[in-house]
């Protein structure tokens, strides 16, 4: 009998195609299962504290009429305060862990690490769930659950990085990892469309199955991936070209360009030490980035976390409706990553790209704010727009730009940063996902008006950190616009 269609198309692919796309769909699973297992949270908090109001009388007849369907300890005029306590617990174990995990992800088994780290995070986001079917109301219990999932959760992004980056040189890296880092909206929806199923019937399964989810592909993991192209001898990727590539590129910093090591000593036939953190922070542009993506992923993880109560709120949706529609701010960021991949690998300038979608941004934001909600349509193409120029530096400074520092050329040929330096841009980052949602539970209760303030002063906050970076790529093309009319 005839081979089927696809074991043709695998065989004659390279041997090393084969092993790359491999990598490329796991570590693409991996980290979709990683965000579909966060999302759950916002989803469930409009169930946690509904409008009681709107499903009629109090069947129980007791004095406290208005919040009889809550959730205790969540039925309080605190609800929303303690919402961002639970969001807190999450974000602030999540930045504390990436600075240790990168270490870590460096000098252990990349397989082992992370899909151990997927199997304790589908225990730790099961238990959440499980506290509707063992009728627990202690906000001590949430906390701790929140506090461990964020500290085991930090497994995933320095182990993916890593792991994509031993599989893939300089190439059209924007691009192809923009692409790929659709794997943070892609989970954000499918976590947002599993957790509506279940949140007004029975919300703990908008938990458990998100938890199952993500011990599934961490045990799929552990059997089939594969961590260096040495293992399964392949040939391992160029992470640099000649100079002449380099200035066709002329960036100002050399971050967003081909790598040169022309002049560089060759690499030692040893394998050389992993990177310290004080190593790692003294590559040039690290600083930068890491300040940058702390205001940058502020506003995206505010918006993660409390768009769907914000649309229940301020448009009157239902929780699964509001739930729905938030997946059109993750479709925007899917569009923008790609889009800001592609410019950055057109015009050599990761940091310029960025800044302008952050400044472009800041008035998108006072927009949806005040006119989003005037039609379905209008919040449909908001939400888009929002979504991609939120999300789009956000991808960027997380997928291309750490990859390309941690294979920088004062490295001389070194590889073993990747992971160190991906934790401490992301871990920086996460300082400010975790301050995000924290401000708008205190500003909120204030007007909603008031967290877009605080959104968008976030936005100008990260364009200025750029500035010098963008300055030396704007010189960098000067330079070369004048090479090339013979000046």
Same mark, same amino acid.
């Given at each position: 009998a005839a081979l089927a269609p696809g074991v043709r198309l695998l065989r004659a692919l390279p041997r090393d195609s084969r092993y790359r796309g491999l990598t490329l769909v796991l570590t693409f699973l991996s980290y979709t299962s990683y965000h579909l297992s966060r999302k759950p949270i916002s989803i469930v908090k409009s169930q946690l504290h509904p409008n009681c109001s709107a499903l009629g009388p109090n069947p129980h007849n007791d004095s406290n009429s208005s919040t009889w369907c809550s959730w205790a300890p969540f039925d309080g005029d605190n609800y929303k305060e303690l919402f961002g306590a639970l969001d807190n617990a999450f974000l602030v174990a999540y930045a504390i862990g990436m600075f240790i995990s990168g270490i870590f992800g460096e000098r252990l088994p990349l397989r082992y690490y992370l899909s151990g780290g997927m199997v304790l995070s589908g225990l730790f986001t099961a238990l959440f769930g499980l506290s509707y079917f063992w009728d627990i109301h202690v906000l001590w219990y949430f906390i701790v659950v929140q506090?461990?999932?964020?500290?085991?959760?930090?497994?995933?992004?320095?182990?993916?990085?890593?792991?994509?980056?031993?599989?893939?040189?300089?190439?059209?890296?924007?691009?192809?990892?923009?692409?790929?880092?659709?794997?943070?909206?892609?989970?954000?929806?499918?976590?947002? =469309?599993?957790?509506?199923?279940?949140?007004?019937?029975?919300? $703990?399964?908008? /938990?458990?199955? #998100?938890?199952?989810?993500?011990?599934?592909?961490?045990?799929?993991?552990? /059997? /089939?991936?594969?961590?260096?192209? @040495?293992?399964?001898?392949?040939?391992p990727p160029v992470h640099h070209v000649s100079r002449a590539d380099s200035q066709r590129a002329c960036p100002g910093l050399g971050v967003s360009s081909a790598q040169d090591h022309?002049?560089?000593?060759?690499?030692?036939?040893?394998?050389? @030490?992993?990177?310290?953190?004080?190593?790692?922070?003294?590559?040039?542009?690290?600083? @930068?980035?890491?300040?940058?993506?702390?205001?940058?992923k502020l506003v995206s993880y505010t918006f993660l976390y409390w768009l769907p109560l914000y649309i229940v709120n301020v448009a009157h949706f239902s929780a699964k409706e509001a739930g729905d529609l938030s997946t059109l701010f993750d479709?925007?960021?899917?569009?923008?990553?790609?889009?800001?991949?592609?410019?950055?690998?057109?015009?050599?300038?990761?940091?310029?790209?960025?800044?302008?979608?952050?400044?472009?941004?800041? #008035?998108?934001? /006072?927009?949806?704010?005040?006119?989003?909600?005037?039609?379905?349509?209008?919040s449909v193409a908001m939400l888009i727009i929002c979504g991609a120029l939120v999300n789009g530096p956000y991808a960027l400074i997380t997928t291309a730009v750490s990859a390309d520092l941690g294979t920088h050329e004062s490295l001389k040929g070194n590889a073993k940063a990747l992971?160190?330096?991906?934790?401490?841009?992301?871990?920086?980052?996460?300082?400010?996902?975790?301050?995000?949602?924290?401000?708008?539970?205190?500003?909120? #209760?204030? $007007?909603?008006?008031?967290?877009?303030?605080? =959104?968008?002063?976030?936005?100008?906050?990260?364009?200025?950190?750029?500035?010098?970076?963008?300055?030396? @790529?704007?010189? $960098?093309?000067?330079?070369?616009?004048?090479?090339?009319? $013979?000046?």
């Open positions: 506090v461990c999932n964020g500290l085991v959760q930090t497994t995933g992004w320095p182990a993916v990085v890593a792991c994509v980056g031993n599989w893939f040189g300089k190439g059209k890296r924007g691009l192809i990892m923009g692409i790929w880092n659709s794997h943070t909206s892609v989970g954000n929806i499918l976590g947002s =469309l599993i957790a509506g199923a279940w949140v007004s019937s029975a919300w $703990g399964l908008s /938990f458990i199955v #998100p938890g199952i989810i993500i011990t599934a592909v961490g045990i799929i993991c552990f /059997f /089939f991936l594969v961590e260096n192209p @040495e293992d399964v001898d392949c040939s022309s002049n560089s000593p060759k690499e030692p036939a040893e394998e050389p @030490e992993a990177i310290s953190f004080l190593g790692a922070l003294r590559i040039p542009g690290v600083v @930068e980035f890491s300040l940058c993506l702390l205001f940058a479709v925007g960021g899917i569009l923008g990553g790609i889009f800001a991949g592609l410019i950055s690998d057109y015009t050599g300038g990761r940091a310029t790209t960025c800044c302008v979608m952050l400044v472009v941004a800041a #008035p998108m934001l /006072f927009l949806y704010n005040h006119v989003g909600q005037n039609g379905i349509g209008t992971s160190t330096v991906t934790a401490i841009i992301d871990g920086t980052g996460s300082i400010g996902a975790a301050l995000g949602p924290l401000l708008a539970g205190l500003i909120s #209760p204030t $007007g909603w008006n008031n967290v877009f303030y605080m =959104l968008i002063a976030a936005d100008v906050l990260a364009c200025l950190l750029l500035a010098r970076v963008v300055v030396k @790529e704007a010189r $960098g093309w000067c330079g070369y616009m004048a090479r090339q009319r $013979g000046y």
